[in-house]
């Protein structure tokens, strides 16, 4: 099964901050990663899909990189309302493995 | 509109029974693999099965035989079939279409308790 490893696992920033989270895949995937975004009580939203693209209607703030075994999302600019967890998920092989997600707090 | 309901959770005792349904709308249904997707309360996501437009299941290894995916074309419904239920097993089960797993429905909670 292939593995997916994702860091941090929580941090806390302001507005306006560009936060990076990170994916790691324990063998190559290929670009047959996700990521999405939940927020307390909601269903999880599709925020990038192959590793890069992002899903319509998905803020232009919001970008994805990587390709194989490192991945990363990143937030250019926190809004408030992107304070949520986050998970990438590979669908390279199955079984689809989500990583353990990242919590982004207000600081 | 794409749309995908689910039903059938609820509370149930250790190594009871639950089957879930998930219907669609809104897309060509046969046209796509269809998953469920778990998460426990205060958990992270959990990928629990999936099955391919040729009706082929595909499982965890942590599935163990006890869960059984299917799916109705005509009905346009996916359903799964949970047995000896265990505590560990509460948690809300989310239908997800395809691989990519693009379009999630609201969810149905399933209570694993005695």
């Known amino acids: 099964d292939i593995q997916m490893t994702q860091s941090p696992s929580s941090l806390s920033a302001s507005v306006g901050d560009r936060v990076t989270i990170t994916c790691r895949a324990s063998?190559?995937?290929?670009?047959?990663l996700g990521w999405y975004q939940q927020k307390p009580g909601k269903v999880p939203n599709r925020l990038i899909y192959a590793a890069s693209t992002l899903h319509s209607g998905v803020p232009s703030r919001f970008s994805g990189s990587g390709f194989g075994t490192e991945f990363t999302l990143t937030i250019s600019s926190l809004q408030p309302e992107d304070f949520a967890t986050y998970y990438c998920v590979q669908h390279h092989s199955y079984p689809p493995f989500f990583g353990g997600g990242t919590r982004v707090e207000i600081k | 509109e794409v749309q995908l309901v689910e039903s059938g959770g609820g509370l149930v005792q250790p190594g009871g029974s639950l089957r879930l349904s998930c219907a669609a709308s809104g897309f060509t249904f046969s046209s796509y693999d269809m998953h469920w997707v778990r998460q426990g309360t205060g958990k992270g996501l959990e990928w629990v099965s999936g099955?391919?437009?040729?009706?082929?299941?595909y499982y965890p290894d942590s599935a163990q035989g006890r869960f059984i995916i299917s799916r109705e074309n005509a009905k346009n419904s996916v359903y799964l079939q949970m047995n000896s239920l265990r505590a560990g097993d509460t948690a809300v089960y989310y239908c997800?279409?395809?691989?990519?797993?693009?379009?999630w429905g609201q969810g149905t909670t399933v209570t694993v308790s005695s």
């Open positions: 099955v391919g437009v040729d009706g082929d299941p």
């Open positions: 997800v279409r395809s691989y990519g797993m693009d379009v």
């Open positions: 063998q190559g995937i290929r670009n047959d």
